[in-house]
């Protein structure tokens, strides 16, 4: 199984500074043959299910706000909020879906300061 | 709009089974998987499996971990689809979820259904 590893587990972050969130996977989830990073980035706030923001590693989802972004390749990857708002309070999740069974990261608590 | 509407809380005894259904509605059932994922009381989620509503023969892929005790199925004249897990233990107390499959990620889950197991 890939093991997906968060960084950091919590973060508080100012209003309207960036947060950035880590992850890493136990080994590539790159696809050669057309070049895509099977990872995604979910956003959970309670008592929600996990609602998906960034697919492809860098594609934001339709009616995500332009602030959440995604980058990386291979096995190291990033979410980045360049503006925190109150409403991105939440815990964050990264997926791989390159192979079965579909891993998670432990998650990211992100908290305002 | 799409959605996804799950059947409600379930308390089971340990060594039972449950089973959860998963209404679609607003897209085309057969045209997409329909993944299941559970989540622990305040763990991350865990992936459980998908399956192809449009295979004749039920097309799943199970996580090994529930491999001998998972069954998921769907039943495309209704647009619902099924997970039943079998030998229900203490730390099988979760909230479970559908999630519709997409090549990129799940795009929409159901509302959770919370399974509780308690002698």
């Known amino acids: 199984d890939i093991v997906m590893t968060q960084s950091p587990d919590s973060l508080a972050v100012s209003l309207g500074e960036r947060a950035s969130i880590n992850c890493r996977s136990s080994q590539s989830v790159l696809y050669s043959s057309n070049n895509n990073n099977y990872l995604a980035w979910y956003q959970q706030k309670p008592g929600q299910p996990p609602k998906l923001l960034i697919y492809w590693a860098s594609a934001r989802e339709s009616g995500v706000p332009d602030r959440f972004s995604g980058s990386g390749s291979g096995t190291d990857f990033t979410l980045t909020i360049s503006s925190l708002q109150a409403e991105d309070v939440a815990v964050y999740y990264c997926q791989q879906y390159y192979s079965t069974p579909h891993t998670f990261g432990q998650g990211t608590k992100l908290e305002i300061k | 709009q799409v959605q996804l509407v799950q059947s409600g809380a379930e308390v089971k005894k340990p060594g039972a089974s449950v089973k959860v259904s998963c209404k679609a509605s607003g897209y085309t059932f057969i045209d997409y998987y329909m993944h299941w994922v559970r989540q622990a009381p305040g763990e991350g989620p865990e992936w459980m499996g998908w399956i192809n509503p449009k295979s004749t023969s039920g097309g799943t892929n199970y996580a090994q971990k529930f491999q001998d005790r998972v069954s998921m199925t769907s039943d495309t004249s209704i647009s619902t689809a099924y997970m039943e897990l079998s030998r229900l233990r203490s730390d099988d107390t979760a909230v479970y979820y559908c999630?519709?499959?997409?090549?990129?990620?799940?795009?929409?889950w159901g509302q959770g259904t919370l399974v509780t197991v308690s002698s």
């Open positions: 999630a519709r499959g997409r090549n990129s990620g799940t795009d929409y």
